[in-house]
């Protein structure tokens, strides 16, 4: 697992939605929805500030019975989020989302927006590294490799 997650985001893309804070949660909402998406980066002057996940919509604008349409980003997002560099390391990328209690990480390359992964980008990657590794043992066991 030593795989860095630059390999992901090139698998993936490296473009990642961002919204301003001074949008509001609906703008968010309907930004997530048309692009089937989880979570967006909350950016101002091109700074990541933020990330706004469907977690927050349930738990700082349902929960706490704000109101979408008169909300604006600033006032839900979360703060202070972890991020990983490309040269962090999937397992790098394990702990925190552990550590975090989070699914989704932005990729920053200084301070520059590089790309985001989830949870769900790690558990792909890894499901494809373990079948490749089966297929191989399977191949190594029945003589299958040339020689």
């Known amino acids: ?8 985001l090139e698998r993936k893309g490296a473009s990642v939605q961002t919204i301003s804070p001074d ?6 909402v309907r930004m997530m929805n048309d692009l089937k998406i989880s979570s967006v980066v909350v950016a101002e002057n091109d700074k990541l500030v933020g990330i706004f996940t469907e977690r927050d919509v349930l738990r700082r604008v349902v929960g706490d019975g704000r109101d979408p349409q008169a909300t604006p980003m600033r006032e839900v997002m ?22 975090k209690v989070c699914r989704h990480l932005p990729v ?14 790690v558990t792909r990657w890894m499901t494809e590294m373990h079948r490749a590794e ?6 190594y066991i029945s003589g299958g490799f040339p020689t």
């Open 23 to 28: 949008k509001t949660v609906a703008d968010a």
């Open 78 to 99: 979360s703060t202070g989020i972890a991020t990983l560099t490309p040269e962090s390391t999937i397992e790098d990328a394990l702990g925190t989302f552990a550590d």
């Open 134 to 139: 089966a297929e191989q043992l399977k191949n």
């Open 1 to 8: 697992m030593k795989t860095s997650v630059s390999v992901l």
């Open 108 to 121: 920053m390359a200084g301070d520059k927006l590089a790309g985001m992964i989830s949870v769900g980008d």
